[in-house]
């Protein structure tokens, strides 16, 4: 199993610098760097939240391929953006983008490829109409360029090499749903989903990946997962922390959808989004209201879509998702989200650990891939 870590990159550059250290230290595979235009939390809340020790303006987000062309001096890691949407920048641009951090990076480019969120476009004036029509003619397009190195009409063409010394940038889409499942098989090297929230479920959507691969005549791609993560001595110190500093709890609201809340008969104050973060713009909500809410919000909630817990008990779960078929676990690391700087310091041997497990039980995990 290869493994993944995210850097995330927030003003100021020593956060990405700190984490870095971190990927090297647990001997990481790849590294990555998210693309949002604004953060998941409304800034008048943000002080209330261990990370603002860390990241003063929880929207003071670098450009991800600024940030990868800066990392890639610092590394000979792959690089990857996970993921930027197909709206905000046309498919050459982005294929140019790729090709030239293929070479700028002495491990490569991995370009992530999702159909974007409604908080990284409407505020900015982007549309969000037909966001998966438009990734479908966004991913042909891309595929092509990056393929042959010119437009269809072969005018247009990318006069870089298509192939670096760590060979061609690859292509991941962040697929949950079956339209978008069908064009992860028909164009991308690696298939990225963020909330495929039981092992069960991410068997059945890596199976139906592999299927619309095979019916294109293409190798099914790598089967990763984005994997929101926060360590600790146990869960339950991490539970105590959560309800110590309630506003951190406020990240499940940019998570769960609707169903997930009525669970625990609560209302998503967000409106109830069936999609969750495609659809929450955090910021244009009442952060009074956020404010009274987030104590309401139930630690088990959060822990459906974050891994919470020691290196032991969260190598158990990834286990499960192991043995469905993960090959390439991307690890986005939240430890400090609440407990702050000293908390995220503390855990530092904990993600040794976990990386460590992840490492030493990868004959255990690893599964054939569906052909």
Known sequence: MRLGVVASPFYPSAVMDMILDGAHAIDADSLWVFDHMLGVFHPDLYRDIGFAEMAPDPDGIFDPFCACSWLGRRTELPLGVAVTDSIRRAAPDIARAA????????????????????????????????????????????????DVGHMPDNVGRLGLPLKSEAGSPRIWVAAHRPRMLRLTGEYADGWLPVDASTPEEYRELKATVAEHARK??????????????????????????FEAQPMAKLFALWMAPAPAWEKYGLENPSGGSNRAYIDIIPHKLDPRKLREFAPQIPFE?????VFLGSPTEVSERLRGYAEAGLEHPILMNMTGLAGGAEEAMARTAELAELGRLIKTTAPVFKTPRIT
């Open 301 to 305: 909630l959060l822990e459906e879509y």
């Open 99 to 146: 090709l030239s951090l293929q070479h700028l990076c002495k491990g490569g480019f991995n370009l992530g490829v999702g159909s974007g969120e409604a908080e990284n476009l409407v505020p900015f004036g982007y549309p969000f109409d037909h966001p998966v029509g438009r990734t479908e003619n966004f991913l042909a397009t891309l595929r092509h360029l990056l």
């Open 216 to 241: 294109a005549g293409r190798s099914e791609p790598e089967s990763g997962l984005f994997v929101f993560l926060v360590l600790g001595e146990s869960r339950d110190r991490i539970r105590g922390m």
